[in-house]
């Protein structure tokens, strides 16, 4: 006889997909794990039998001790007290695993002599005969309690926790009726959830949690049914026993740092990856390395994945810095993406980056007032500049006008400069790896590393930034205006003209800043300079570029000292001169901004930097305005920020688009990947510079979010 219609079945109320182990290659057994209708009125029919509706071939129910001759009980009993219970085998083995997430559902009708009452769970054995049983699970007794177990055995057991029943409407409970129980069991978290009572209103929450021995896989090996009466006289019923697994989702993992920054003489910092909960089999979070800093030179690890044992929410790799006597002017960076995860998901877009940080000297510059001398760049000592510090020189004096010059033959033209500028005060660069023919790749990484070092260690006037060079040391000299549009004050060129095959060929990438002064001096013998004066300085004034000229008596060759003299002082004269309190003001900015980057505000401060750079060309705040840009954008978090609309106009594209192509050949990546995000964010970039970006992202590539070029030549984010 059946005892109970009208129960919706299990496999129709549960939505079976265990998509979390499925997507990590793991065979879960998904869907019913077991259905039993107890057909027969005796407990030894059940022993040895395999149940009504299974996936896990090859098992059957187990009996500990003497669950027959129990005519009055219609299906499977266990006695939990002393010796009688029934059992079927869950455990993991072979192709099959146990899911971690399993919902559990009966019928049963208590009866009115059953004191731990009739209910469903697991054990970790089925026991021998008899033996005292540990049940895991719920029971309902003869009151309509809903009793919890946590696994202790006992005689009898006692509840870790119980809810009396509350029936709707104010019904009472009736042990004679046939109700259902449901409940889920999550392995992972060792939590019940979605307990119901057919029939009953109560608030079930504080069942949810089994202490002491707890749900874990072993103790849950097996699925057991409860049927303890007070007299030994079983007459608790059960039916329709269903057990399903639940879809179990992969936790998501999440990167952290601790110990950074680390001290560079051994100091020690460890990437930590976090599970949101734990998990029933290992997580492996597989890592990428980048950064200024060299593993096995700057720093070593203890891997390059990180394995989080089963059960565990978290574990990491140990970085530990490598002392060295070499100065470095920033502090070494390490920065940390997540490539892959198995058994687990990640938001791949993760970045973090751990800091060494510089404790030796900083050396002296090693060239002084009214002296000249060979640099190394600190950040990049492949690449070496001339210069000459004119007589009165001082890091705590009054900043000095500079001046970058450019030779066709490389070496920079400081010998050539250095009479009239040390009479007019002027710092002399000389970029010595630009020379004619070595392509412009080498000559932005000359442009890119020198200026960066001479900012770094130089104090001059940003004001009173100038570029020099004869013939093709001026083409690169307006070349350079492009590559610092914001800072370059005006070009001098000597016997130079535009770079351009004929005069009147001119195109958009031949642009010069607007205001930038420009003074010529050409020989009056110099025919091929003299060929493309009229229609460069036609072009120049069309960028608004003003040009004033000057004749000497000679051919193609470096200008006479009169003329140096007269062109570099019409442009010191002409240029937009600093306030009294520009240089002070633009400081105190400068520190605001590092200050609300510190609070949090990096968002507001890089708007605030760009407008500044596009606002106030040539100035103490656009000098600082650089200052805080190079350091926002040597940051991972750059790549992260909103740089929508960021900016407008060819100064700010050029600015950007240098700043990433000079970058990335100096291997400064972060910077590039930095930059190349900028220019998603700035309008008015031409279509023929969109060569350049191709080159750049074909040459270097771009970390998400990925870059892509329209056919305007602008760069969009996918």
Sequence with gaps: MKKHTGVTSLKDIIRIAVLGWALAGIPVQAGLVVSEGFGGSDGTGLDGRTPDGINLPGRTWQRNGGASGRSD???????????????????????YIKSPVMTLQVDLRVGTLNRMGVGVGFTASPGTANSTLAFIGLTVDQNGTLKEWNGVPGDPQTPIGQVAWAGSGGAAFTADSWHTLTYTVNLLTGMLSNISLSGSTADYTPLQVIVNAGLT??????????????????????????????????????????????????????????????????????????????????????????????????????????????????????????????????????????????????????????????????????????????????????????????????????????????????????????????????????????TRDVRQRVVFDPTAEMASGVSGGGWASYYFSRFRPQHVAGVYAMGSWMGVLSPGSYSILDWVPCNMLVARSTGTTDTNAK???????????????????????????????????????????????????????????????????????????????????????????????????????????FLTQDVTDLGLGDMLNNFFYFTARGAALTGDMQTYQSAMRALTGISGVYGDRSGGYYALLSQFGFAPPVGNLSVTGRIDTV
């Excluded at 097996?222 to 179990?248: K, M």
């Design 217 to 450: 896989d072993a103790a849950t090996g097996y699925l057991a049914v409860a049927a303890d009466s007070l007299t030994g006289v079983g007459n608790g019923n059960i039916d329709n026993l269903q057990l399903a697994a639940e879809p179990t989702p992969l936790p998501d993992v999440t990167l952290s740092v601790a110990g950074s920054p680390m001290a560079e003489a051994g100091g020690v910092a460890a990437i930590i990856a976090t599970l949101s909960t734990p998990y029933t089999d290992a997580v492996t979070v597989n890592l990428a390395f980048s950064g200024t800093a060299t593993v096995d030179s700057d720093y070593t690890r203890t891997g390059t994945s990180i394995v989080i044992p089963a059960g565990n929410l978290s574990n990491g790799v140990v970085l530990r810095a490598i002392p060295d006597t070499v100065y470095k002017r920033k502090d070494e960076t390490i920065v940390v993406d997540i490539v892959s995860v198995i058994h687990a998901t990640a938001n791949l877009a993760q970045r973090l980056m751990a800091t060494i940080t510089e404790d030796d000297p900083v050396p002296p510059f090693p060239v002084t007032a009214g002296q000249r001398g060979t640099v190394t760049c600190l950040d990049y000592p492949a690449i070496t500049y001339d210069i000459y510090l004119p007589a009165g020189y001082s890091a705590q004096g009054t900043p000095l006008p500079i001046l970058y010059t450019f030779n066709p033959s490389g070496g920079g033209m400081v010998g050539d400069f250095r009479n009239v500028c040390s009479t007019l005060k002027i710092i002399v660069v000389g970029v010595t790896g630009v020379a004619n023919g070595v392509g412009w790749d080498p000559i932005c990484r000359e442009m890119y590393a020198v």
């Design 73 to 95: 009980i219609q299906g499977a009993m266990m006695n939990v007290r002393c010796m009688d219970g029934l059992a079927y085998p869950i455990a993991s083995s072979g192709t």
């Design 531 to 637: 060929a493309y004066l009229t229609a460069d300085k036609n072009f120049l004034l069309s960028c608004g570029a003003p040009v004033t000229d000057w004749d000497f008596t000679g051919g193609h060759v470096v200008s006479p000292d009169a003329q140096k003299t007269s062109a570099l002082t019409w442009i010191l004269n002409t240029r937009t001169l600093a306030g009294t309190n520009d240089r002070a003001t633009a400081e105190t900015q400068a520190a605001n901004w590092r200050g609300r980057i510190q609070a949090g505000t990096r968002q507001d401060v890089l708007r605030e930097a760009v407008d500044t750079l596009a606002s106030h060309p040539r100035s103490w705040f656009a000098y600082q305005a650089q200052a805080i840009l190079d350091e926002l954008m040597n940051d991972p978090k």
